[in-house]
């Protein structure tokens, strides 16, 4: 289990203080993930879906970017 899981509603890094997912969580996702980019994807999908909701006045972009961009 990793130290870096999200805190909310805020959606920091409980490990590091970064916005989630972190660049440590990040590479741990992608390592988890491994051979299944589309997993990873739909993954990440529905925690952007919990974080639009808790952080609604952040851009809609930048929350994708945050959340989905990355894993492709």
Same mark, same amino acid.
């Given at each position: %289990?990793t130290? /870096? $899981? #999200? &805190?909310?509603? +805020?959606?920091?890094? $409980?490990?590091? $203080?970064?916005?989630?997912?972190?660049? &440590?969580?990040? !590479? +741990?996702? !992608?390592? +988890? *993930?491994? $051979? =299944? #980019? %589309? @997993?990873?994807?739909? /993954?990440?999908? @529905?925690? *952007? =879906?919990? =974080?639009?909701e808790?952080?609604? &006045?952040?851009? =809609?972009?930048?929350? /994708?970017?945050? *959340?989905?961009?990355?894993? &492709?």
């Open positions: %289990m130290s /870096h $899981g #999200p &805190t909310m509603p +805020e959606w920091t890094c $409980g490990g590091c $203080g970064l916005p989630w997912p972190c660049p &440590t969580r990040r !590479r +741990e996702l !992608r390592a +988890e *993930f491994d $051979g =299944a #980019p %589309m @997993s990873l994807t739909i /993954h990440m999908r @529905s925690w *952007f =879906a919990s =974080a639009a808790d952080l609604g &006045t952040a851009p =809609a972009g930048a929350l /994708h970017a945050r *959340f989905v961009g990355w894993t &492709t």
